[in-house]
Every structure is written in structure tokens, then in C-alpha cells.
């Protein structure tokens, strides 16, 4: 699916004044987007390669607050949260409990508004839809030096960690540089796989098998003892649970991918939950993208990091 397509196959969540609109933005724009945000009462705005750009009454766009921006109204949010949910917010609860909606497509939107203990959302203030992206050979310079074992793909939020990480599957999967690795993807919020009512929009390569579930520790458990994998990959390493059945599964010889969200290289070790994992030995070598130090994606040892060694 081209990217334009893929701006207008997330459309179906956005109420239809709105969506009528956006429809006419100029194909560059499409091509370039990464969310579509609404806010209640305010500018409707997209975000593109990381910039705020503005969208005009007429379909046109703006870097800049004008008159004739385009706002969203109440309706419009309370109308766009049922086409997200399908009408049947009961059934996404379990999502919205941590502030998103799975899609179709491998889309994403995260939700804001009131938020009950039972889970139930309303009073919808800001919904926030990610598009999905599959960007073929994002990960060639990770892939082509992969030679099996643990890697961490870190970056700050925005950098592209799940598209590299989507990529690097389908490569290690179909044997792109070598060996086919057997994987098994945890899928915990659909953006990997795109899969959205049992079907995988995204190519994840030949020889992955998919489990979507909001428990990754859960998962990964699943999936070392009924998939046999070489690796299970996840996106976004982030609590105590998930680490001891990462822990678990290097002692049972399955190689773990995962990834992180830090600022600088210095994170790594001050996070307690990816220090951690560097120490555990779970991970050999950690991928660090381009914003955290400029160029092309670095590959460090994780035993020089663990060390206190300068990278």
C-alpha cells in the first residue's frame, strides 16, 4: 500500500466534515504524513516528517496559525471516537485503558478525554491517529550485520523504532541476508503486523507467526513454548515482568528484539528496565537511530556500554 493510500485508509476514523476535507489536501502532504490530530475547539493538525502543519477550511495547508484553519468541534470528536470503536467502545476498553484504539491497517489512535476506573472513555478531548508505515529497507543496515541474539532498537518517541523494527522482521524472515530466522511477533497495540480482526496488512516476511495481545510478558511466554522461535520480536520494552521473560527466553536460547524509547545514549543506563537488560546479557547490541546521534543507524556492543565505556 502506498503511503497515500495509507493516509486515506485511516481516514475512516475522522467524522465526515472533517475527513471531507482532509481528502483534499495536496497528495505531497499525504505522502508525507505521520498523525492527524484532533483537538476539541481547536486547529486540526498534521504532523509531517516531525513539523506541525495546519490544515485550511478549503484543503489546503499552513505552518503557520491563520484565519480559515480548519477546527474541530465537539461533534466532531464524539463522532470520530464511535467510527474509531465501530460504534462499540465496550469492545475496546482493554485499549482504551491505556489511551488507544487499535485500527485497521496497523493504525493507531491514542485517545484523550475522561477516563473512568472501569475503563470506559468519554468527554473526548484529543484523538491522535499514528499512520502506519512500511518503509522496505529501513532496516538494511541493522539486518545486513545481524548474526543472531539479542538487539535493542532505541530511539526517542517519533524516530521510526516500530517501522525499522517492522522492517528488520520481514528481512530476518525471509532470509534477506542469509539464514531464515523462524520469528514470532507480539503484537501488543496491531502496528507491527496491521492486523486487525484476525487479518496481517503488513509484510512481516515468510516465516513469522503473529500473536496480538495487550500482555506482552504473557505473550512472550506463549510463544517461546508453542512457536519454538529463534527470535521474538516486541515494540517497546518497558516493565519488570517483560524483562524476566526476556530473561527467561536467553536461557532457553530464543534471540529477543525489542525496543526503546531514550533521548541520548546515556538513557540506556539510567532507565532501570533497559540497564537491566543490557546487564542481563539478553542483548548483544543495540541499534541506536539516526536523532539520537546524526547520520546513519550505529550498532554498539552492549558489553561496552554495560562497561561505562564512551560510545
Avoid at 476506573?117 to 499514528?130: K, Q
Avoid at 517492522?166 to 496491521?194: C, M, N, P, T
Avoid at 519488570?240 to 526503546?260: H, Y
Amino acid at each position: 500500500m502506498e503511503n497515500n493510500e495509507r493516509f486515506e485508509s485511516a481516514l475512516y476514523g475522522v467524522n465526515r466534515r472533517i475527513r471531507s476535507v482532509l481528502e483534499q489536501i495536496p497528495a505531497v502532504v499525504k505522502g508525507s504524513a505521520e498523525e492527524i490530530r484532533l483537538r476539541c475547539g481547536l486547529p486540526v493538525a498534521l504532523t509531517v516528517s516531525g513539523e506541525t502543519v495546519f490544515v485550511l477550511e478549503n484543503g489546503q495547508t499552513s505552518f503557520c496559525i491563520t484565519r480559515d484553519l480548519l477546527k474541530a468541534e465537539k461533534s466532531d470528536l464524539e463522532e470520530s471516537f464511535k467510527l474509531l470503536c465501530k460504534s462499540s467502545v465496550y469492545a475496546h476498553t482493554e485499549e482504551l485503558k491505556n489511551g488507544f484504539v487499535m485500527m485497521e491497517n496497523g493504525h493507531r489512535a491514542g485517545v484523550c478525554g475522561t477516563l473512568t476506573e472501569n475503563g470506559s472513555m468519554h468527554d473526548i478531548s484529543s484523538i491522535n491517529i499514528r499512520i502506519a508505515r512500511e518503509i522496505f529497507g529501513a532496516a538494511n543496515d541493522i539486518a545486513r550485520e545481524y548474526r543472531g541474539g539479542g538487539l535493542l532498537i532505541a530511539g526517542p518517541p517519533g524516530s521510526g523504532k516500530t517501522t525499522v523494527l517492522r522492517d528488520l522482521v520481514r528481512q530476518l524472515s525471509d532470509g534477506r541476508w542469509g539464514k531464515i530466522y523462524r520469528i514470532a511477533v507480539i503484537d501488543s497495540r496491531g502496528e507491527l503486523s496491521g492486523s486487525f480482526e484476525g487479518k496481517s496488512e503488513n509484510d512481516l516476511g515468510a516465516n513469522s507467526d503473529v500473536l496480538v495481545t495487550s500482555d506482552k510478558a504473557a505473550g512472550i511466554e506463549i510463544a517461546v513454548r508453542t512457536m519454538f522461535p529463534d527470535i521474538v520480536v516486541f515494540d517497546e520494552i518497558g516493565t519488570e515482568a517483560e524483562l524476566r521473560r526476556v530473561s527467561e527466553s536467553f536461557c532457553a536460547g530464543v534471540g529477543i528484539i525489542t525496543t526503546a524509547h531514550i533521548g541520548c545514549t546515556e538513557d540506556l543506563m539510567r532507565r532501570r528496565v533497559t540497564a537491566a537488560l543490557i546487564k542481563s546479557g539478553a542483548v548483544s547490541e543495540i541499534a541506536l537511530l539516526p536523532e539520537i546521534h546524526g547520520g546513519t543507524i550505529k550498532l554498539i556492543g552492549a558489553k561496552e556500554l554495560s562497561c561505562g565505556m564512551a560510545v
